[in-house]
Structures are given as structure tokens and as C-alpha cells.
């Protein structure tokens, strides 16, 4: 049974850090690409970053580029997401989400499997 489970979510004033990690259930974990995604309240959950089962790709939303930084241990099943110089509009749920598909995985609709996500909510 595939399991995402996301920690490191919480309140943070604008300006600061939080570091968010995934920690995967997947026999494949080392051969998947790993995506972040994020959904606010009224809004459709969109892309934040993605790094393939290597790790020499990653692509990046423009909303979040020099701010956000993702990566993975394979050997810790784990990937996780730096965010650094939060902004309000970086509040929302994010979800860790696993692909087998090739390359760096961008759409939403090609991830196999989620997590239940978690909360971060960034004030000004």
C-alpha cells in the first residue's frame, strides 16, 4: 500500500522559514518523480515544484523560484521543501504527490499517488 505523509507545516509570520518533508511508503520511491503542489482556499491546487527520481532535474513554479528549494534522500524515502522568504499568498495546503512518469513531472492530472497535505499558513 502506497502511503505520502507530510509534516512540517504551521503558522509563520512573512519573511520566515519553514521546511516541509514527505516521508513515502513506495517500493519504487527512488524511480519516481517527486512533486509538490499546493491548493488555497477557493482556488485549484497548482504546481510548486518537482525533482526527478535522480535528483539532477527540478523545475519550479515562477511563483516560488529563489525562494523554494526541493530535494530528496532516497535512501530516507523522504523528499522534502525548503521554503524560505515566505509571503502571505504562499498560504495554503501542500500536498506531496509520486509519479512514475518520466522526466519532471508538472501536471497535476500524471501523479499516481497524494498525500492528505498540510497547512501553512504565512501572516503579514
Known amino acids: 500500500q502506497v502511503q505520502l505523509v507530510e509534516s512540517g507545516g504551521g503558522l509563520v509570520q512573512a519573511g520566515g522559514s519553514l521546511r516541509l518533508s514527505c516521508a513515502a511508503s513506495?517500493?519504487?520511491?527512488?524511480?519516481?518523480?517527486m512533486g509538490w503542489f499546493r491548493q488555497a482556499p477557493g482556488l485549484e491546487r497548482e504546481f510548486v515544484a518537482a525533482i526527478r527520481w535522480g535528483g539532477g532535474s527540478i523545475d519550479y513554479a515562477d511563483s516560488v523560484k529563489g525562494r523554494f528549494t526541493i530535494s530528496r534522500d532516497n535512501a530516507k524515502n523522504t523528499v522534502y521543501l525548503q521554503m524560505n522568504s515566505l509571503k502571505p499568498e504562499d498560504t495554503a495546503v501542500y500536498y506531496c504527490?509520486?509519479?512514475?512518469?518520466?522526466?519532471?513531472?508538472?501536471?497535476?492530472?500524471?501523479?499516481?499517488?497524494w498525500g492528505q497535505g498540510t497547512q501553512v499558513t504565512v501572516s503579514s
Open positions: 504527490a509520486a509519479t512514475g512518469a518520466m522526466g519532471v513531472v508538472v501536471e497535476i492530472t500524471k501523479y499516481d499517488y
Open positions: 513506495i517500493r519504487t520511491f527512488s524511480r519516481s518523480t
